[in-house]
Structures are given as C-alpha cells and as structure tokens.
C-alpha cells in the first residue's frame, strides 16, 4: 500500500464482496491473481467467488479496526 492510499472502509469492501457474482470470469481471475500465488485447478465460479469472499472481506475488519482507533 502506498503513502496516499486510503484504507477501504467497510461499505466499500462490502461492495466489492457483493459485486463478486456480477464480474466476469476474467475479472474474477484477475481478482484471484492478485491475492493467491498460484490457479486452482478448480475453476468452478461458486467456489471462487467463496475463496475471492474471504481475503476480500478480511479487509473489512482491517477497515473496522482502523476506524474504531
């Protein structure tokens, strides 16, 4: 994260959770690319938008926590 980025706040990361079944499968795969190092060989959509749902709202409670502080 650079020094202007701004930490997502919790609407926003509810957002991009509940945009997960509207993005494409190659906007999916570029979501996945971007918070795991390697492609399952599981490419069913359902599980992963699951697995995508999880690093995703993670960043809901890092956002929870910052602005409770």
């Given at each position: 994260?650079?020094?202007?980025?701004?930490?997502?706040?919790?609407?926003?990361?509810?957002?991009?959770?509940?945009?997960?079944?509207?993005?494409?499968?190659d906007?999916?795969?570029?979501?996945?690319?971007?918070?795991?190092?390697?492609?399952p060989?599981?490419?069913?959509?359902?599980?992963?938008?699951?697995?995508l749902?999880?690093?995703?709202?993670?960043?809901?409670?890092?956002?929870?926590?910052?602005?409770?502080?």
């Amino acid at each position: 994260m650079t020094a202007h980025a701004t930490s997502p706040t919790p609407a926003s990361v509810a957002a991009r959770v509940a945009a997960l079944p509207h993005l494409s499968m190659d906007d999916l795969w570029a979501l996945w690319d971007d918070h795991f190092e390697e492609r399952p060989h599981h490419h069913h959509r359902v599980w992963l938008e699951s697995r995508l749902a999880s690093p995703t709202s993670k960043l809901l409670g890092v956002a929870a926590t910052k602005a409770c502080a």
